[in-house]
């Protein structure tokens, strides 16, 4: 499903017969979930921020969750986790990278 080599993969909010999945705050989810796997583990208050490792996001109209290569070799059992989520429920799953947005030129 997912080669050894990706950094980066993403869940997306899209059926494999292209149908939107529900319900619609399933990425909030699912990353609320993982929000305590984040490196130098759980601390207090850590379960009000997204693990840096599995961010919800939207990217051309569709929610997705970018989960990152590093919580597979960190935390194997949440990866897999995220990665049954998606089998499970039947969702598309691309690897790719995540490239932060320039600011604004002003």
């Not at 969750?65 to 429920?89: H, I, T």
Request: glycine share 6%.
């Amino acid at each position: 499903m997912v080669s050894p080599t990706a950094k980066q993969v993403f869940i997306q909010g899209v059926t494999k017969d292209g149908r939107t999945f529900r319900p619609s705050d399933w990425a909030e989810r699912l990353a609320g979930v993982m929000s305590s796997f984040r490196p130098g583990g759980a601390q207090p208050g850590s379960h009000l921020s997204y693990s840096p490792w599995c961010v919800p996001n939207t990217i051309n109209n569709i929610k997705c969750v970018v989960v990152s290569a590093e919580l597979r070799e960190v935390e194997p059992m949440a990866w897999d986790f995220c990665m049954n989520f998606a089998r499970d429920n039947g969702l598309q799953v691309a690897e790719a990278c995540l490239i932060p947005e320039r600011p604004a030129k002003t």
